[in-house]
């Protein structure tokens, strides 16, 4: 089922949102309110959640309290990776937390950590024992960031690439299995922490992994995770029978949809880190979505997962 929906991916980070299009983040912020009320008139009951911001930044919390967003959403979001990306360490994690408990009262939800394996796979093993022994306990939801590496005829969504230089091809390396499926150490790891501990799998346009990323994340005893369904990829052709195909074989979990992604054809530029010309063509995609996927249960009528869109 889904539990809860997420607007947008990392909106302060450059690699998700154009901060040269939208320098005060007010497009943004007008977005997600029509967003929010979008998903809320849907199904009042599903959790509204401000997409994970990267950094994680008091300062854009405050401003998105000042445009009014957070009097729309049910939690906050944030990533981290302090062993990879970040520039601070991985024991900061309480006080990153704490720094933005200072500006919100809403429930802060850790919805994307991890620890690559780009150095030695040893390193992850030892960062998700000392991520679990900082954050279980002290967030709602915790999702490890990821079950699978990201395959390298891939690209990974980042705005420069390879350019970043190793700070691209870190993306490559963030899963507890390898590229072939193989377990990495850190799997045995991962063990001890779930059902507490949920993961991301992001799942490209009909990903061949899918199958086998649910049946892994039973064994895993994983009953959390996140994933997305993008608004660029619903232009494709068989789009929909794509997202029901996912969002069926994802049924058995609690799931947080991250809704993102301007199609190029719907951007102040062609790229999808634009604001949408029309925000509320976004909000109506999130409502679709929620209308399909996680209709308002009632008595007299229970919806199968498969609702047709109006």
Known sequence: MIEAAMIWNEPNNKSHWDPELDPDWSRFARMAVLSADAIASENPALTKVLGGISPIDPGFITRMKEYGVLDHVDAVAVHGFPLDWNLWQIQEWPQKIGEIATVTNLPIWVSEVGVSTFGAEEIQVWGLKRTAELLLGNAPRIQWYSLYDLPREWEATTRHREAEGSSYYRHFHMGLLRQDGTPKPALEEFLRYTPAMGLVQWFHFEDPRLDDAVAWMKRLGVTNMRTGLSWADSFRPNALDWFDRQMEALADFDVTVTFCFTPEHRGMMPHH???????????EFC?????????VMTSASRPTQRASAA
Do not use: K, Q
């Open 287 to 295: 409502a679709t979505m929620v209308r399909r996927y996680a209709p």
């Open 273 to 283: 880190t634009s604001p949408p010309l029309v925000p509320e063509e976004f909000a």
